[in-house]
């Protein structure tokens, strides 16, 4: 199968489970309602990074500069909705360390 050049979003409404939710909301540390909101609304304007195959879930990703959010879930098509059956969250853009490295170079020696 070939990717879609969609976004996921235009694809079908976002129903996201309650494993994926949990995942996000652990990583957000928020409640469980929230998460899934809150997922859903990132995933929107995700990308397809692999195709399904043989009965595995497609994989959707969206990142977030401004939320500081890399998201790749874990979506299988069902009637006219995209489930989100499960998702990897991690931070996004530069690690502290990096940042902390950067700000001391920027700084004057006087």
């Known amino acids: 199968m070939s990717l879609c050049t969609k976004r996921l979003g235009e694809v079908g409404a976002i129903h996201v489970t309650t494993a994926a ?65 499960s998702a990897s969250v991690r931070p996004y853009g530069r690690p502290p360390s990096y940042r902390r490295r950067q700000s001391k170079r920027g700084r004057s020696g006087s």
Do not use: C, E, K, Y
Request: hydrophobic share 50%; aromatic share 4%.
């Open 21 to 85: 939710a949990r995942s996000f909301a652990t990583f957000a540390r928020v409640d469980l309602d929230l998460a899934r909101h809150g997922l859903a609304a990132l995933l929107v304007n995700a990308r397809q990074t692999h195709a399904a195959i043989d009965g595995t879930p497609a994989r959707w990703r969206a990142r977030s500069r401004s939320n500081g959010v890399d998201v790749t879930a874990r979506v299988v098509p069902q009637g006219g909705r995209m489930v989100v059956v």
